[in-house]
């Protein structure tokens, strides 16, 4: 396991500890704004250290986790859990989500209106 001392790039170690599927994803999160250091917006080069507080927002949820190590390389996830506390709160049960628009199979072009409600719906 490559456990470093010093100081670590916040997107590298979100991509480590498996927050995120990929390093560009991760920086994408942190230039977007979901990625919360000690309640600071985090751009993808700011630095860690153990004991920080990172919040990644996703989907209408928050993740909230503590760095305990810090790690440059990507790893499993059982040791991936050991460097990191995860303090987020349980995740809302699947019926309190957005409902789905649906349409007909075969209903043809939506209508102006219909496509005005999808935009709504969507957070357009």
Request: aromatic residues 4%; proline residues 7%.
């Amino acid at each position: 396991m490559a456990e470093h001392e010093g100081s670590v790039r916040v997107d590298v170690w979100i991509w480590s500890v498996r927050l995120a599927k990929t390093r560009s994803l991760a920086a994408a999160a942190c230039k977007a704004g979901h990625v919360r250091v000690n309640g600071e917006r985090a751009k993808p080069a700011q630095t860690l250290k153990p004991g920080d507080e990172v919040r990644l927002r996703e989907e209408g949820y928050e993740r909230v986790v503590e760095v305990r190590k810090l790690i440059r390389k990507r790893v499993g996830a059982p040791v991936a859990a050991e460097c990191l506390i995860d303090n987020s709160p349980p995740r809302p049960p699947r019926e309190f989500t957005a409902p789905a628009f649906e349409r007909d199979r075969g209903a043809g072009r939506p209508t102006k209106r219909e496509r005005r409600d999808l935009d709504q719906l969507r957070g357009r």
